[in-house]
């Protein structure tokens, strides 16, 4: 049973930066397609990035769009989200989510593609 733990998250200035950090345990990272999700205060989750398994694809919602990275090191069992130029509309409670996939090139924007759930890391970017 893949179990996912967040970290990383805090208070930061506009325009600041976070790395936040998804560690894997109790099976390897390597067959799933990983993502990063979101949830403001009265709103629903949403998909922030994902990757591949292989971490040859990624995708990007627009709005984080040239600000975040994610990235995938399957030796460690980790996933990154590098967040650069953070706004306070970035503020949120940030997940990370894991779901097996068969093809190298995959990974899923939409809640429902995924299995696994970490408990999330919180994110405040205020002044």
């Known amino acids: 049973q893949l179990q996912l733990v967040e970290s990383g998250g805090g208070l930061v200035q506009p325009g600041g930066s976070l790395r936040l950090s998804c560690a894997a345990s109790?099976?390897?990272?390597?067959?799933?397609?990983t993502a990063w999700f979101r949830q403001a205060p009265g709103k629903e989750r949403e998909g922030v990035s994902c990757?591949?398994?292989?971490?040859?694809?990624?995708q990007y919602v627009d709005s984080v769009e040239g600000r975040f990275t994610i990235s995938r090191d399957n030796a460690k069992n980790m996933v990154y989200l590098q967040m650069n130029e953070l706004k306070p509309e970035d503020t949120g409670v940030y997940y990370c989510?894991?779901?097996?996939?068969?093809?190298?090139?995959?990974?899923?924007?939409?809640?429902?593609?995924?299995?696994?759930w970490g408990q999330g890391t919180q994110v405040t970017v205020s002044s």
């Open positions: 989510a894991a779901v097996r996939t068969f093809y190298d090139g995959t990974c899923f924007l939409e809640r429902r593609s995924y299995d696994y």
């Open positions: 990757i591949s398994r292989n971490g040859g694809s990624a």
């Open positions: 109790g099976s390897t990272l390597a067959y799933s397609a």
